[in-house]
């Protein structure tokens, strides 16, 4: 039998579509197994704060289908440091919170296995980030909202683009990966792909560009992954434009747009089935990882394994977008 009788659960990092499925299915399962649900506010900061409060069913009524976040998200400095856990783990002893669910990237995990390894508490993660790059479940929550709203967005650039002639660069987030980028090029039959995971030199992607202009091709759409450096196409399209000048260029830097969004229907199914399991994994005795799905089984990855040298894109998509954009 478990002795968890209050648990708290927070969203931490950046947003993602989703984020409230899962807090909703955290709640409501805490009431289904007869807990105490606290609901922590801007993560980690709050809980430094003590900014925290009773959760019940109706707390979470309606919010199914929100982006963003209801309990406030924040990148917290505090948290890095031993005198900031040392109020944290205070403020959770005070309301009496004895496990936690962190909803969030590969961040919150990293604070969550310290945390929890100096304090002794159980924590579970679920992957709550639009990035898609952490180890341990197919899809993160929020990916696929992400993805379907910069194909929409590319979709509509693709009008313009072909009535004009343009060469369209399109700047994705994700902020080491491609994998939002790879999977939106798809969808939306961009002519190139450049990703951190698979870098291509200017010459490379003129050369891509020449063969579309000679087999009559009246514009082209390159996505770019943001990989670390937002806005950094605006450089790479001048030099292509200086060198390359077939096209009239221009530049649309999606960024966080692709954060915000009522979420898929994927996106609230695997926030709502990992918000259940959370809850079952904490009352099993189980903690110290991250719950994801990985070939339809919910699958358990201790935080540390999670967050390493996460490189989970499919080279198998980039040569399926190559060979589509001939
Ligand atoms: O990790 C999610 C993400 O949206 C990345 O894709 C992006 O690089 C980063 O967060 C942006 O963070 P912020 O909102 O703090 O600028």
Do not use: W
Not at 4 to 24: K, W
Not at 203 to 227: D, H, M, P, T, Y
């Amino acid at each position: 039998m478990s002795t968890i009788q209050n648990l708290g659960v927070f969203t931490s990092g950046g947003d993602a579509p989703g984020m409230n499925a899962a807090i909703r299915a955290v709640v409501r399962a805490c009431k289904y197994y007869e807990l105490k649900a606290y609901g922590i506010y801007r993560g980690y900061d709050g809980l430094i704060a003590g900014d925290i409060e009773e959760m019940g069913s109706r707390s979470v009524s309606n919010i199914i289908h929100r982006g963003g976040t209801i309990l406030k998200s924040a990148r917290s400095a505090e948290f890095r440091t031993p005198e900031g856990r040392k109020k944290a783990y205070e403020n959770l002893k005070k309301h009496g919170i004895q496990a936690l669910v962190a909803i969030g990237g590969d961040g919150t995990f990293t604070g969550a296995s310290v945390f929890s390894s100096e304090y002794d508490i159980p924590v579970i993660g679920l992957p709550g980030t639009i990035d898609n790059d952490l180890n341990g479940t197919d899809y993160t929550i929020g990916y696929d909202t992400a993805v379907n709203t910069a194909a929409a967005a590319i979709d509509k650039i693709r009008d313009t683009a072909s009535s004009h002639n343009r060469l369209f660069f399109i700047e994705v987030m994700g902020r080491y990966s491609g994998q939002i980028a790879v999977r939106a090029s798809i969808a939306a039959g961009a002519e190139a792909t450049m990703i951190p995971e698979e870098p291509m030199t200017i010459e490379q992607l003129i050369q891509l560009l020449e063969r579309g202009a000679s087999s009559k091709k009246s514009s082209s759409l390159v996505v770019v992954a943001e990989g670390g450096s937002p806005g950094h196409t605006i450089e790479l399209a001048k030099e292509v434009q200086e060198k390359f000048g077939y096209y009239d260029t221009k530049v649309t830097i999606l960024g966080h747009l692709l954060r915000g969004g009522s979420p898929t229907v994927s996106d609230r199914v695997l926030a709502s089935t990992l918000g259940v399991h959370a809850v079952e994994f904490l009352l099993k005795g189980k903690s110290g990882g991250m719950l994801g799905i990985v070939n339809n089984q919910v699958k358990f990855t201790p935080f540390e394994q999670a967050i390493r040298n996460v490189d989970n894109l499919d080279p198998e998509m980039m040569r399926i977008a190559g060979i589509l954009s001939v």
